[in-house]
């Protein structure tokens, strides 16, 4: 991957990445892997207020992790856009394990030394869960082939927090570790461009405008 300081000269596949509208559990901010919890009233407010801002981009394809909660909101998008929504496993949350439905108090109450390991090593994973090390290979995988799918176009991707985090640490080059330093909205936008010669690009993080 080019590191340079010089302009691509390429036209980038856009990834917009908006991140699924307010659920039960993100309101008390407990962990939400892959349980399959639905948007609350708020939450599909949030999804339509999204699909509203992106009404006037360009966007050429819609891709959704398989989750209810990315999938509802996608819906809103794509009634808007008048596209279809494309599920892609590559991009559903972290598997959070035994911590599902915790708040991080209570799983450390219940596991001290095991959160203490996580939140200082992104290869350590939870009980029965994922690693954020593991996470970073399949969302790199995952990107890799939606650009090949789709390269020079732009594309809707409604995910959830540590894919988008994942991206934009990716984007950045920075280390795994940066997943811990950024924080993500609910029905947030956040902008990756993907050069075919090589680097990505951060143009936005955590855009909440839409939801004012």
């Given at each position: 991957?080019?590191?340079?300081?010089?302009?691509?000269?390429?036209?980038?596949?856009?990834?917009?990445?908006?991140?699924?509208?307010?659920?039960?559990?993100?309101?008390?901010?407990?962990?939400?892997?892959?349980?399959?919890?639905?948007?609350?009233?708020?939450?599909?407010?949030?999804?339509?207020?999204?699909?509203?801002r992106l009404a006037?981009?360009?966007?050429?394809?819609?891709?959704?992790?398989?989750?209810?909660?990315?999938?509802?909101?996608?819906?809103?998008?794509?009634?808007?856009?008048?596209?279809?929504?494309?599920?892609?496993?590559?991009?559903?949350?972290?598997?959070?394990?035994?911590?599902?439905?915790?708040?991080?108090?209570?799983?450390?109450?219940?596991?001290?030394?095991?959160?203490?390991?996580?939140?200082?090593?992104?290869?350590?994973?939870?009980?029965?869960?994922?690693?954020?090390?593991?996470?970073?290979?399949?969302?790199?995988?995952?990107?890799?082939?939606?650009?090949?799918?789709?390269?020079?176009?732009?594309?809707?991707?409604?995910?959830?927090?540590?894919?988008?985090k994942t991206l934009?640490?990716?984007?950045?080059?920075?280390?795994?570790?940066?997943?811990?330093?950024?924080?993500?909205?609910?029905?947030?936008?956040?902008?990756?461009?993907?050069?075919?010669?090589?680097?990505?690009?951060?143009?936005?993080?955590?855009?909440?405008?839409?939801?004012?």
């Open positions: 991957m080019s590191t340079g300081w010089g302009a691509p000269d390429t036209s980038p596949t856009r990834l917009l990445l908006l991140r699924h509208g307010q659920t039960p559990l993100s309101v008390e901010r407990r962990f939400a892997g892959r349980g399959d919890v639905p948007l609350t009233e708020a939450g599909r407010a949030q999804a339509a207020a999204a699909a509203r006037g981009r360009g966007v050429d394809a819609i891709v959704s992790s398989p989750l209810l909660r990315t999938r509802s909101t996608a819906e809103y998008a794509a009634e808007a856009l008048g596209l279809p929504v494309e599920a892609d496993d590559g991009f559903v949350e972290t598997d959070f394990g035994a911590w599902e439905g915790m708040t991080f108090a209570e799983a450390r109450e219940h596991d001290p030394v095991a959160v203490d390991r996580w939140v200082s090593d992104p290869r350590a994973a939870p009980p029965g869960g994922e690693a954020f090390a593991s996470v970073s290979l399949r969302v790199g995988a995952a990107r890799d082939a939606l650009v090949e799918r789709y390269r020079g176009r732009t594309v809707l991707v409604v995910t959830h927090v540590t894919p988008i934009v640490q990716q984007a950045l080059l920075a280390p795994v570790q940066a997943l811990y330093r950024m924080h993500l909205d609910t029905a947030s936008l956040t902008e990756v461009d993907v050069y075919a010669d090589g680097p990505m690009v951060m143009r936005a993080f955590n855009d909440t405008s839409h939801l004012a």
